[in-house]
């Protein structure tokens, strides 16, 4: 069975800074999509970056950056110049190719201080 | 464009009681999901319809839980009777035809069986 792991339950970061959330996952499917979602404190879960695992090329989206590593099944979210907006939850997952369900990992809560 | 929209976005019963959470899909989204955090853990898959069929009900916990999608559109979620492990947090979500396109998530409905 597919599981995605967040080791990080918290993390902090400075107003400006770069931060980076780590997602590790596992799965024997070749064909799969990643993930990463935020859930501000108004709790609408936002799609923040989406990686298909035959691109080879890692996703960006502005100030959001993925390090996919596929070999190593690792995904991470780095986030550049951080700002007061970005505090949120953020969820990783995963996703098969044949399939609709999403597999969550537990969350990394990002505080911003300014 | 309106996004996935929950009601009611909290609710607070007593153990027993039934409680019946509603989420509109974005207009012309064939997949709907639920999906169920309980509080400090991931958030979990409950369910997955396709139009007004049950695709995948592997999730839902038992058989207190009982969902809907008459005539594709809106779903319901109703437990009955509730009890306090239901506590958490009920997110719909929905995507386009196809599995490889992006999920959209609502608010979540918060329920909190006391």
């Known amino acids: 069975a597919q599981t995605v792991t967040q080791s990080q339950p918290e993390m902090s970061v400075q107003e400006a800074e770069t931060v980076t959330l780590s997602c590790t996952y596992d799965t024997s499917e070749s064909d799969y999509y990643l993930f990463w979602y935020k859930q501000p404190p108004s709790r609408q879960m936002i799609l923040v970056i989406r990686?298909?695992?035959?691109?080879?090329q890692n996703a960006t989206e502005n100030r959001f950056s993925v390090n996919f590593q596929k070999a190593a099944k690792s995904f991470s979210l780095k986030i550049s110049d951080s700002q007061l907006g970005d505090a949120a939850m953020y969820f990783c997952a995963y996703k098969g190719g044949a399939t609709n369900k999403l597999i969550f990992g537990t969350g990394t809560l990002l505080a911003v201080q300014p | 464009e309106a996004g996935v929209t929950q009601f009611p976005s909290h609710s607070v019963i007593e153990k027993g009681q039934t409680v019946t959470l509603r989420c509109d899909p974005i207009?012309?989204?064939?997949?709907l999901y639920w999906y169920r955090r309980v509080m400090g853990k991931e958030i979990k898959f409950l369910l997955h319809f396709v139009k007004e069929s049950k695709q995948d009900e592997s999730g839902m916990p038992n058989n207190r839980f009982l969902a809907e999608r008459t005539g594709g559109t809106y779903s319901t979620l109703k437990v009955q009777p509730a009890e306090l492990e239901d506590s958490g947090v009920y997110f719909c979500a929905s995507s386009p035809q196809g599995s490889g396109n992006t999920i959209y998530f609502g608010e979540g409905s918060w329920l909190t069986v006391v």
């Open positions: 207009s012309g989204h064939d997949n």
């Open positions: 990686q298909e695992a035959y691109k080879q």
